[in-house]
C-alpha cells in the first residue's frame, strides 16, 4: 500500500462490502461501514473487527461514512442503487465513488439484461453529474472469496472510469484487496465486467463450479500500471 | 477431434476467418472459404493450402459454400455482417450459424458502443429466424495470433446460443482450433464477448502489448463439458 485512504463502503453491511472492507482495513486504510441504519452498520464493523482481532473498522449512518471519507465505495442491490445515491449526492460532491452494482434482475440472473442505459454505472455518473468521479470496478469478484482476507483469489478486477486519476486510485485498492485491477478504459466500458457477471453464474451453474472467474491474459507484469 | 464436420467460413478471405480456416483444416474438417468473389476465395484457399502444404482447403462463392457445409462460420466486419447474411437466408436453413462479429464502431473501437438490439448476434438471430441455430463465438482471439496453426494462445472462447446442440458443436470446434470454448449461456449473453474485445483493445494500448485475451478461472479441466 503507497498510502492510507479513508474509505467508506456504503453497504458495506452486505457480503461483497464486508469483504472488501475488512481487506481494505487489513490493509490499513481507514474503513468505515456505511449503512441507512447506524446501529447496524456499527454491529457489522464490530463483527469484522472480531475476525481481525483489532478495532480498525468503524460504522456510521451512509451520510455520515460518505461526508468524513476520501473514497466511497457503493456495494448496495441493484434495486437499491440509484435511490441510495440519490440520497447521498450532496455528500459525494468532489469525492470518487466506486461503483460495484451489478445490474441483475432476478429471476433469471444468468441471464445478460442490460439496463436502458446499457451501464448502471453510466447511469449513475449522468444522474450524479461531473462533480462526482465514478469507476466501475469489483462485479466479477464473489463475496464469498473476499470473505476470508488471507485467501488469495484468482480473479482479475476491471476498472473502467473517465478520469484516469480515479481508474488508478481504483486500481490501487484492487491491488491492496489482494486482487489485480486491470485498467478497462472509459466508464462506457464497464457493460464487460456489468454483463459479465450473469455469464460467470450460467458458468458456475453449467459446470458445477463454486466461483468462476475471469484473467486478462498477455500482461506479463503483476501489478497493474498505476498511473 | 471426435468427427468430421463440412464447414463454410463466409468472410474467410480476412485475416480472423483464414485463421479459423486454417487451423480447423489442420484438425481434419472440411473447409471451404466463402467469398462474394470466387475467385478470390479460391485464391485465399490456395495460399492457406500452401501453407499447410497439403490441398486441404477450397473456395467457392459464398452461396455455393454455405449451401454445401453443415456449418456456416461468419467472419465479415460488422458493417457487412447483416447485408450478407440476408442474401444467404436462404442457403442457411436448417443450418447451424457460428457468428463471430464484434460490433466495433470506428474510429472509438477501444470503446464499447453497442447496437441497438445490445448484441449485434441477437440481432443476426431475430432476422434469421428460429430456422438457422445461430451461436456466437471467438469474438476475443485475436487474427494474428490464429494465423500460426502451431502456436497455443491464452484465450478462452466464450460460446452463447440458444441451442445447447449448437453451443456444444462450436465448443468442440473451438477445441479443435486449439482453443477452450466455454459455454457461456443464452445467446444474449453475448454482449460479453461483444463488448470485451473493445476493452481488450483498451488493454492493450495501455498496456503496451501485442494481445490481451481472457481465460475463465474456476474450471479446472481443461476440456469443456462438450454436451
Not at 157 to 182: F, N, P, S, W
Request: glycine share 10%; proline share 6%.
Amino acid at each position: 500500500m503507497t498510502e492510507t485512504t479513508s474509505i467508506c463502503v456504503v453497504g458495506g453491511t452486505g457480503a461483497e462490502g464486508s469483504g472488501l472492507a475488512l481487506r481494505w482495513a487489513k490493509a490499513g486504510h481507514r474503513v468505515t461501514i456505511g449503512s441507512r441504519d447506524p446501529a447496524k452498520a456499527a454491529a457489522a464493523a464490530e463483527e469484522l473487527n472480531g475476525r481481525l482481532g483489532r478495532p480498525l473498522l468503524s460504522g456510521a449512518a451512509s451520510r455520515d461514512g460518505v461526508a468524513a471519507a476520501e473514497v466511497v465505495v457503493l456495494t448496495v442491490p441493484y434495486a437499491a442503487q440509484m435511490s441510495t445515491v440519490e440520497g447521498l449526492k450532496d455528500v459525494l460532491a468532489g469525492k470518487i465513488l466506486i461503483d460495484v452494482t451489478v445490474p441483475l434482475v432476478p429471476p433469471k440472473v444468468s441471464r445478460v439484461q442490460l439496463p436502458p442505459a446499457d451501464s448502471c454505472v453510466v447511469a449513475l455518473q449522468a444522474a450524479l453529474g461531473e462533480g462526482v468521479r465514478v469507476v466501475s470496478a469489483f462485479q466479477n469478484v464473489s463475496a464469498h472469496k473476499l470473505k476470508d482476507p488471507d485467501k488469495s483469489i484468482d480473479c482479475d478486477v476491471l476498472v473502467a472510469g473517465d478520469d484516469k486519476e480515479a481508474r488508478a486510485l481504483a486500481i490501487r485498492l484492487a491491488g491492496d484487496a489482494g486482487l489485480r485491477g486491470i485498467d478497462a478504459g472509459p466508464l462506457a466500458n464497464s457493460v464487460v465486467a456489468e454483463s459479465l457477471t450473469s455469464v460467470l453464474i450460467w458458468i458456475n451453474r453449467t459446470y458445477k463450479i463454486p466461483d468462476a472467474g475471469i484473467r486478462i491474459t498477455g500482461i506479463d507484469a503483476v501489478p497493474p500500471a498505476s498511473s
